[in-house]
């Protein structure tokens, strides 16, 4: 995909909405190297080509807009009003969890879980039960391949020196993750909005896997998804 800098627009249509993002990274722009920069632009370009049409059918694929079995009452997952995407802006701000995305952190883990599971999205519960077969909240919601790509690109935002997460790298672990940090604006000039930060992490060992879905509010000056970092890290140390 072509190199834009930090600010993009799909054309002079969006007057003076942009999509912008943190950092340049060089003219490799990839899925892998996205992930590890968490370029919004990379993402929001990947949704327009995707469309809304295959954004909503995907997303409900997996569980938004959808009351999940959970073991408790929980609010469901959403991306739109009545379940739609209705513009360019909101499809393109959708590919990288803004616009009007509201995620379960307990169908987040359980999303996260398909990338070690071959697609596979696996079914949480509460109360802990010893040698309880692993079941399946969704299966085959994405291929063994799609699902092994994305793993190890998320291994690499914590592996790679310049992925955002490498603060969080551990000796003798492979560590996967993404940072994420969520705005809560009532437009996009407002700047007076609170931040959400986001770390959502796993540990990739068959014998002690781990996973971790950890969400912060009002970390605006704080280090936003940063603030994050250091406390999973202990976690899993």
Same mark, same amino acid.
């Given at each position: 995909?072509?190199?834009?800098?930090?600010?993009?627009?799909?054309?002079?249509?969006?007057?003076?909405?942009?999509?912008?993002?943190?950092?340049?990274?060089?003219?490799?722009?990839?899925?892998?190297?996205?992930?590890?920069?968490?370029?919004?632009?990379?993402?929001?370009?990947?949704?327009?080509?995707? #469309?809304?049409?295959?954004? @909503?059918? $995907? *997303?409900? &694929?997996? !569980?938004? +807009? =959808?009351?999940?079995? /959970?073991?408790?009452?929980?609010?469901?997952?959403?991306?739109?009003?009545? #379940?739609?995407?209705?513009? @360019?802006? $909101? *499809?393109? &701000?959708? !590919?990288? +969890? =803004?616009?009007?995305? /509201?995620?379960?952190?307990?169908?987040?883990?359980?999303?996260?879980?398909?990338?070690?599971?071959?697609?596979?999205?696996?079914?949480?519960?509460?109360?802990?039960?010893?040698?309880?077969?692993?079941?399946?909240?969704?299966?085959?919601?994405?291929?063994?391949?799609?699902?092994?790509?994305?793993?190890?690109?998320?291994?690499?935002?914590?592996?790679?020196?310049?992925?955002?997460?490498?603060?969080?790298?551990?000796?003798?672990?492979?560590?996967?993750?993404?940072?994420?940090?969520?705005?809560?604006?009532?437009?996009?000039?407002?700047?007076?909005?609170?931040?959400?930060?986001?770390?959502?992490?796993?540990?990739?060992?068959?014998?002690?896997?781990?996973?971790?879905?950890?969400?912060?509010?009002?970390?605006?000056?704080?280090?936003?998804?940063?603030?994050?970092?250091?406390?999973?890290?202990?976690?899993?140390?």
């Amino acid at each position: 995909m072509e190199k834009v800098g930090t600010k993009w627009q799909k054309d002079s249509s969006w007057g003076d909405f942009y999509i912008t993002t943190l950092k340049e990274y060089g003219n490799q722009v990839d899925l892998k190297n996205a992930l590890i920069n968490s370029d919004n632009i990379y993402f929001a370009k990947v949704a327009l080509k995707v #469309g809304n049409s295959k954004m @909503e059918e $995907q *997303l409900t &694929n997996i !569980g938004f +807009g =959808q009351d999940l079995e /959970l073991g408790q009452n929980v609010s469901n997952s959403t991306y739109g009003q009545n #379940g739609k995407i209705s513009s @360019e802006g $909101q *499809l393109a &701000n959708t !590919g990288y +969890g =803004q616009g009007q995305v /509201l995620v379960n952190p307990i169908h987040m883990a359980s999303v996260y879980s398909a990338f070690l599971n071959e697609g596979n999205m696996v079914k949480p519960y509460l109360e802990k039960q010893d040698n309880k077969p692993v079941e399946y909240l969704k299966q085959g919601v994405f291929s063994k391949e799609a699902a092994d790509i994305i793993k190890e690109a998320l291994i690499q935002v914590v592996e790679n020196e310049k992925g955002t997460a490498h603060s969080a790298k551990i000796s003798g672990k492979t560590i996967g993750g993404k940072t994420g940090t969520a705005e809560i604006k009532t437009s996009k000039q407002d700047e007076n909005g609170t931040e959400i930060g986001w770390f959502n992490a796993f540990i990739d060992d068959a014998n002690n896997p781990l996973l971790v879905i950890s969400m912060v509010e009002d970390v605006k000056g704080r280090g936003g998804s940063h603030y994050l970092l250091p406390k999973i890290k202990a976690v899993f140390q």
